[in-house]
């Protein structure tokens, strides 16, 4: 299967909104489509150390991730990338498009001089922590989130 890779567009927002939420653990805090996803996409979009990223077969959107460009002084100063919110549609899993689309954006992140790919995943996802170790992530941090709201 060949996968193409873009950047979203604004009429990708509900699709990637739909993709987030089509599974037990996201469904609860995504909600809804709505003009709060519309104005994070604006910030998103604007913002070049942001990438709100799908990916397309046969031009239809079936996998969205995003890309956050992190400068730091740790590490030498060094550049890190964090993926968040991967997604591929869930009558298409488990046929590679998964490991085409991080594969892709470890090779987005080494060119812009990236010296780390970074990632977290909820606690419950047993299978993405299998996906990921078998992409040569290794769970090296213990992560920990304050909710805010």
Same mark, same amino acid.
Do not use: P, Q
């Given at each position: 299967m060949s996968?193409?890779?873009r950047t979203a567009r604004a009429e990708d927002v509900p699709l990637i909104v739909a993709m987030i939420a089509d599974d037990a653990i996201a469904a609860a805090r995504q909600g809804a489509y709505g003009d709060e996803h519309r104005a994070a996409f604006e910030v998103i979009d604007a913002d070049p150390n942001n990438e709100l990223?799908?990916?397309? @077969?046969d031009g239809e959107v079936v996998?969205?991730?995003q890309l956050t460009y992190i400068p730091g002084i740790s590490r030498r100063g060094a550049l890190r990338m964090q993926i968040e919110a991967v997604r591929i549609?869930?009558?298409?899993r488990g046929r590679g498009l998964g490991h085409q689309m991080m594969e892709w954006a470890v090779e987005r992140g080494r060119a812009r001089g990236c010296a780390l790919v970074q990632l977290t995943?909820?606690?419950?996802?047993?299978d993405a922590h299998r996906f990921y170790d078998s992409l040569g992530f290794v769970a090296s941090h213990e992560?920990?989130? @304050?909710?805010?709201?």
């Open positions: 996968v193409n890779f990223i799908v990916a397309e @077969l996998g969205t991730m549609d869930s009558a298409l995943t909820d606690k419950a996802r047993k992560g920990y989130k @304050l909710a805010l709201s």
